[in-house]
């Protein structure tokens, strides 16, 4: 066995797809979202790939007997999502704090904490939880910080429903209705829309960062404004 081609193929989607089938591709969803060491799988890609192989394009993608069944996907993969990110919510309720207080830990960072808990008062638990299954690693990392932050359970589940649903659904679906356009590029194309879908996913972040750095500068402005000046007012 050729142990160097595996780990190549670990991290390409499309040789995912063809090697593992339906069942599998339920179980790399699980890790990733709830298995840290999941973070390197390709998620967004691997939903996308999982799609054609369920269109009329699947033969001409994969080869021959690649096809899967649709239901069985739209059905497992939001439900392996949710379940995993539920192990990470739970894993970093109950052992996030000692994870974290780690220094020398290779995984988590105390950084982690810092950034997710500004990634919350800024979004809110709702978005947060939301936005980050379209965000490769983060959607990984976030939920075992949201245990560690003591998000509620219930809070949590809700929108961690939604998301999970909402980023399977809407990948699985690319890829089953847009299979046979995207057939005869999908080996150049694929990774450039994977981060149009990322980049369109993290938007209202990156207007939030722009407005903060706004609301900075005006009041720097503002603050350094000559004593002399009309709108000068006196302490």
Same mark, same amino acid.
């Given at each position: 066995m050729d142990y160097n081609q595996l780990a190549v193929n670990l991290l390409d989607a499309k040789s995912l797809v063809s090697s593992v089938g339906a069942i599998g591709v339920l179980a790399i969803i699980f %890790?990733?979202?709830?298995?840290? $060491? =999941?973070?390197?799988? &390709?998620? #967004?890609?691997?939903?996308?790939?999982? =799609? $054609? %192989? %369920?269109?009329?394009?699947?033969? @001409?993608?994969f080869g021959p007997g690649a096809q899967m069944n649709i239901a069985l996907l739209l059905i497992g993969t939001p439900i392996a999502a949710v379940a995993g990110a539920q192990l990470g919510h739970a894993f970093g309720t109950k052992m996030g704090p000692r994870l974290f207080d780690k220094p020398d830990s290779k995984i988590f960072r105390r950084e982690y904490v810092s950034k997710a808990e500004e990634y919350f008062a800024k979004f809110g638990p709702a978005k947060a939880v939301v936005l980050a299954r379209f965000i490769p690693v983060v959607r990984t990392f976030l939920n075992p910080v949201a245990g560690t932050l003591e998000m509620p359970a219930r809070t949590f589940f809700v929108w961690n429903v939604v998301g999970g649903v909402l980023w399977t659904e809407s990948m699985l679906l690319i890829g089953y209705f847009f299979? #046979?356009?995207? %057939?005869?590029? +999908? #080996?150049?194309?694929? /990774?450039? *829309? /994977?981060?149009?879908? $990322?980049?369109?996913?993290?938007?209202?972040?990156?207007? @939030? $960062? +722009?407005?903060?750095?706004?609301?900075?500068? *005006? !009041?720097? !402005?503002? !603050? @350094?404004? &000559?004593? =002399? =000046?009309?709108?000068?007012?006196?302490?």
């Open positions: %890790a990733e979202t709830g298995l840290l $060491v =999941g973070f390197f799988f &390709p998620g #967004d890609s691997l939903l996308i790939l999982a =799609g $054609v %192989a %369920a269109s009329s394009a699947a033969t @001409e993608v299979g #046979d356009a995207m %057939a005869p590029v +999908i #080996d150049k194309y694929l /990774i450039p *829309a /994977i981060l149009l879908i $990322v980049l369109i996913s993290v938007s209202p972040i990156i207007v @939030e $960062v +722009i407005r903060e750095r706004r609301k900075k500068k *005006a !009041a720097g !402005a503002e !603050a @350094e404004e &000559p004593v =002399g =000046g009309g709108r000068h007012r006196r302490g």
